[in-house]
T-cell receptor
Framework: RKEVEQDPGPFNVPEGATVAFNCTYSNSASQSFFWYRQDCRKEPKLLMSVYSSGNEDGRFTAQLNRASQYISLLIRDSKLSDSATYLCVVNLANQAGTALIFGKGTTLSVSS | GAVVSQHPSRVICKSGTSVKIECRSLDFQATTMFWYRQFPKKSLMLMATSNEGSKATYEQGVEKDKFLINHASLTLSTLTVTSAHPEDSSFYIC??????????FGSGTRLTVV
């Protein structure tokens, strides 16, 4: 079973739409949680951290449910520039300390 | 903000040769460096974690003799792909943390082995 699972999509939505991405993680010892954004052939960039209390950053809202090991990202009023791959990421202890473990990513395409 | 510089950004090499990729933290001390590999349409897969001055810890299935990692200073880690083969063609990316600096990624290296 993969550590982090996401629906790969693609999600094709018009501008202004609201879109939600879901993610599950298998290791209950996961310590912290993030959403990253990756544009084609580029490095991933941190979009936001995810907390149990839920957190919002402009049009983006992230939620964490530790009991069900479920993470979500909601994007409101989608923009063309939101087109990218969204990576669900957990911070997990390993033999050398901790490391970020990435999901496969969900591809979003916003069209005009 | 914290910056990690990764070079080269793109490299093409012949099968059987070795390629070295450098990752430098420019404005912080990177006590821990991570090396990832990403195949097309796949997720970033952690290859190894290296703490400065220690041997790297490799993930299961990653050959330590093929992917040599050196992290001899707090600002530099290198990944050497030895005896590269076409199946090693991939996007390699480093990440560094240290002190109050969280995970900071390099811009990645696209390796093509011909």
């Amino acid at each position: 079973r993969k550590e982090v699972e996401q629906d790969p999509g693609p999600f094709n939505v018009p501008e202004g739409a609201t879109v939600a991405f879901n993610c599950t993680y298998s290791n209950s010892a996961s310590q912290s949680f993030f959403w990253y954004r990756q544009d084609c052939r580029k490095e991933p960039k941190l979009l936001m951290s995810v907390y149990s209390s839920g957190n919002e950053d402009g049009r983006f809202t992230a939620q964490l449910n530790r009991a069900s090991q479920y993470i979500s990202l909601l994007i409101r009023d989608s923009k063309l520039s939101d087109s990218a791959t969204y990576l669900c990421v957990v911070n997990l202890a390993n033999q050398a300390g901790t490391a970020l473990i990435f999901g496969k990513g969900t591809t979003l395409s916003v069209s005009s | 903000g914290a910056v990690v510089s990764q070079h080269p950004s793109r490299v093409i090499c012949k099968s059987g040769t070795s390629v070295k990729i450098e990752c430098r933290s420019l404005d912080f001390q990177a006590t821990t460096m991570f090396w990832y590999r990403q195949f097309p349409k796949k997720s970033l897969m952690l290859m190894a974690t290296s703490n400065e001055g220690s041997k790297a810890t490799y993930e299961q299935g990653v050959e330590k003799d093929k992917f040599l990692i050196n992290h001899a200073s707090l600002t530099l880690s290198t990944l050497t792909v030895t005896s590269a083969h076409p199946e090693d063609s991939s996007f390699y990316i480093c990440s560094a943390t240290g002190g109050r600096v969280g995970y900071t990624f390099g811009s990645g290296t696209r390796l093509t082995v011909v």
